[in-house]
């Protein structure tokens, strides 16, 4: 219970990265295809939806645009919690 707790407490009160997925993409690859590659059971037009609402960042900076091409590596945070490692 405790080491559930401490979980709970740095991932969501602090707010802090939790674990993060390693992912190899095909380079210049669209946000879109990307985020298709790490969480397979959301449909496009999920996918599409979720970038255009701002739920979408690569290093910090928002990305609303499926279409835009990425080329640079970096951390990519979908949603609130999760992240991955381009």
């Known amino acids: 219970a405790e080491s559930a707790q401490a979980h709970f407490e740095s991932t969501v009160q602090n707010k802090e990265v939790g674990d993060v997925t390693e992912l190899?993409?095909?380079?210049?690859?669209?946000?879109?295809?990307?985020?298709?590659l790490a969480q397979p059971e959301l449909s496009n037009n999920e996918v599409r939806r979720l970038i255009e609402q701002g739920g979408v960042s690569l290093d910090g900076e928002k990305?609303?645009?499926?279409?835009?091409?990425?080329?640079?590596?970096?951390?990519?945070?979908?949603?609130?919690?999760?992240?991955?490692s381009i």
């Open 24 to 36: 190899t993409v095909p380079k210049e690859s669209s946000l879109l295809d990307i985020i298709k």
């Open 63 to 84: 990305k609303t645009n499926p279409q835009e091409k990425v080329v640079t590596a970096g951390t990519l945070k979908v949603g609130k919690r999760q992240f991955y």
